[in-house]
């Protein structure tokens, strides 16, 4: 089974700042990977696919990177709603998810 | 419009068995994978296993294989997730998704609101 790691594990971030968030595959997943966001009370939304295509109606500061085992997902200038839990997911193999980066408020 | 609406809350005492629910409206029911992901209270998501309408061809992730059963019955757009003897241990919010391309390797664009399944004696 692909793991996936994600780093940090908590990111403290000024709003207006940029954020980065990485994810690392055990073994190579293409661009077959996601990124989604979950906030409190809620199911997760998908940011991400294709490792850097933005799904319907995702905002143009969320941008996607990389390719085999290194992701990173940007935030470019952090809003108030942004601060959530985010998510990397591999569908090359199956599919698994990684634990997770929570982004909070510096 | 896309939609897919689970089941409601339940509670269980542990060896109760348990089936949920996840029905699809606004899209061909038949033509999309149907995955499903359990949040355990404060934890992240898990991956559990995914499912064609169209065809049944089922596919578990290897920590829930034995554990659950997916199906679905594509007559009345539903799919399930059950268990024959419930634990503790399944106490979690389950979601289901559905794959964002008709293919089988895609991202998730549209979540069920989520069951929350409590089990305790």
């Known amino acids: 089974e692909i793991v996936m790691t994600q780093s940090p594990a908590t990111l403290s971030v000024s709003p207006g700042e940029r954020a980065t968030l990485s994810c690392r595959a055990s073994?190579?997943?293409?661009?077959?990977l996601a990124w989604y966001q979950q906030k409190p009370g809620q199911a997760p939304r998908l940011l991400i696919y294709?490792?850097?295509t933005r799904a319907t109606g995702i905002p143009a500061r969320f941008s996607g990177s990389g390719s085999g085992t290194e992701f990173t997902l940007t935030i470019s200038s952090l809003q108030s709603e942004d601060f959530a839990v985010y998510y990397c997911?591999?569908?090359?193999?199956?599919?698994?998810f990684g634990q997770g980066t929570k982004l909070e408020i510096k | 419009e896309v939609q897919l609406v689970q089941s409601g809350a339940e509670v269980k005492k542990p060896g109760e068995s348990l089936k949920i629910s996840c029905k699809g409206s606004?899209?061909?029911?038949?033509?999309?994978?149907i995955g499903w992901v359990r949040q355990m209270p404060g934890k992240g998501l898990e991956w559990m296993g995914i499912?064609?309408?169209?065809?049944?061809?089922?596919r578990y992730s290897p920590s829930f294989q034995g554990q659950v059963t997916i199906s679905a019955d594509k007559s009345i757009s539903t799919a399930y997730l059950q268990w024959s003897s419930l634990k503790a241990s399944d106490t979690a919010m389950y979601y289901c998704?559905?794959?964002?391309?008709?293919?089988?390797?895609?991202?998730?664009?549209?979540w069920g609101q989520g069951t929350l399944v409590t089990v305790s004696s």
């Open positions: 499912i064609y309408p169209g065809d049944s061809d089922t």
């Open positions: 073994q190579s997943v293409s661009s077959n």
């Open positions: 997911q591999q569908y090359n193999n199956g599919y698994t």
């Open positions: 294709g490792a850097s």
């Open positions: 998704a559905r794959l964002a391309d008709s293919g089988y390797r895609s991202g998730l664009n549209y």
């Open positions: 606004g899209y061909s029911f038949t033509s999309y994978w």
